[in-house]
Nanobody, 127 residues
Framework: QVQLVESGGGLVQAGGSLRLSCAAS????????MGWFRQAPGKEREFVAA????????DYAESVKGRFAISRDHANNAIYLQMNSLKPDDTAVYYC????????????????????WGQGTQVTVSS
């Protein structure tokens, strides 16, 4: 059984920063791609960022490029999402997800290619 637990969300003013964390337990963490998605009220869940096993490959949604950075820590079975220059449009519940396989064997931006999901953490950016 895989468990993913997000933390680090909160309320921040526009222009501020937050760092989200996702702690993973269960099946071998290292070999799988990991990703962050978000869902705003009344909208569908959307891709934010993804990272490969060794962290050498990353992908970002166009809306967050240059502002967000995804990273992973194998020693602690965790991934992170550093979010800078936050905007009100970034307000959403952010979800951590573990891919069905290695980065090259899946479509990192497709939520259907992720097998396990966390419960989410709320990020609210005030204007």
């Amino acid at each position: 059984q895989v468990q993913l637990v997000e933390s680090g969300g909160g309320l921040v003013q526009a222009g501020g920063s937050l760092r989200l964390s996702c702690a993973a337990s269960g099946r071998t963490f290292s070999v799988y791609a990991m990703g962050w998605f978000r869902q705003a009220p009344g909208k569908e869940r959307e891709f934010v960022a993804a990272i490969s096993w060794l962290g050498r490959r990353t992908d970002y949604a166009e809306s967050v490029k240059g502002r967000f950075a995804i990273s992973r820590d194998h020693a602690n079975n965790a991934i992170y999402l550093q979010m800078n220059s936050l905007k009100p449009d970034d307000t959403a519940v952010y979800y951590c997800a573990q891919g069905r396989g290695a980065y090259d064997s899946m479509r990192p931006k497709k939520d259907s290619d992720y097998a396990y999901w966390g419960q989410g953490t709320q990020v609210t950016v005030s204007s």
